[in-house]
């Protein structure tokens, strides 16, 4: 029989707290919005008392979400605990997440006390919380920190106060994973009515060990996580969501069962990174771009035969396309074969062998093996079967100008001109190429990169556009870096426009 996890969201706090990452109202709501399709089971919506925007924020997602918890962070201070109560008056099922710090560093420093009179604000904040909602979680921050014994008492103190949730935060992200883990066992068999609260984790990720602490803690006892979307938060960051989620999905022994919808990750984890202009790091597990990405020819050639003997998650369960073989010095035979049936060539096996060879020889000159590289190799001109392509494009842009893109595209050899005025060159140029193909395009990601140094070297564009439910990649490299974003959108295009 399985153990049900309950999936605590924070990034709209904790994440939010990221410099630059501030996001307004309509967004924040977006966000909760697709948190609550993903399947979580309480969401964070900020800290009232912070900020009217803020305040303003918890109404209007508690409004806009239907059935997870919605949750207001306090200190523990009547004011800040009166303001989240009011901030949370339209939620269908509202919590007030107070607390207060329990670590020495804390009580003697942060707050010039000391521990019997820490503990009497812990049990006063929660029973007064206790007023206002039913369900009130209780922080204690930096227990990583905390001695075992007086957290013992503390926790103890706030659940016989009325606590339904006891959140025991690795705020400095300091606890090694056996000793979070040991912390939390600690508490399960030394704490009296500890069966009246869930535990719940909240790990940092300073040292690289949140989501570890975090499995050891759930291992340990614990059944609520506070996570966010990417790993996002303060200085180095949460756990990550989707780490937790698809950890317990591929260790069924484990007995612990999410809610989540694994399937709608990817598109959570694009979201969040589009609206909090927060790029996702290539290597980052589950969402990042390589996580499903094969270079080495003997990974590639183990995938192709059989996607499980170098891949323990389907990409399709975090609503991946598919895997990734990408083309370098180390890939083998077996990946170029597959490139080219992909691109609808299929080559005999001699011929094969001197593509190969050919392709070693750029592959050692060059970083990225594209789509039109593979092409050119077997004698075939991918641009030139474009049925869209690029005759010119001219752009005025400047300070305090607006900029404006003039454009002429030839489609199966009839020519459409357009223009259109954008923010910045680039926003103008795709605009204006979206103006003559009427189709609903997004682009979902788009990269830069020098291929060389120096000012008038080529520029590469990588784009990611998504467009009637599938994801399809554009390319294009000039020295002129907005020509070669409108190439990349072009080349996108003509995957899906035949």
Known sequence: MSDRLFIFDTTLRDGEQVPGCQLNSIEKIEVARELEGLGVDVIEAGFPVSSPGDFNSVVEIAKAVTWPVICALTRAVEKDIDVAAEALKYAKRGRIHTGIGTSDYHIRHKFNSNPDEI?????????YAKRYVEDVEFYAEDAGRTDNEYLARVIEAVIKAGATVVNIPDTTGYCLPDEYGAKIKYLMENVTGIHKAIISTHCHNDLGMATANTIQGVLNGARQVEVTINGIGERAGNTSLEEVAMIFRSHKEAG????????????????VSRLMNMPVQPNKAIVGRNAFAHSSGIHQDGVLKNRESYEIIDPKDVGIDDSAIVLTARSGRAALKHRLQVLGVNLEQDKLDKAYEEFLKLADRKKDINDDDV???????RTAMHRIKLEYLQVTSGVGVKSVASICLNIAGERFEAAASGNGPVDAAIKAIKSIIHRTMTIQEFLIQAIDKGSDDMGKVHMQVAYDGNIYYGFAANTDIIAASAEAFIDAINKFIQ
Do not use: P
């Open 119 to 127: 503990l009497q604000r812990a049990i006063a904040c929660v029973k």
């Open 256 to 271: 612990i069962e999410t809610n989540i919808n694994s399937q709608r990750i990817y598109d959570m984890s694009r979201m």
């Open 375 to 381: 092409l050119m190799l077997v004698g075939k001109d």
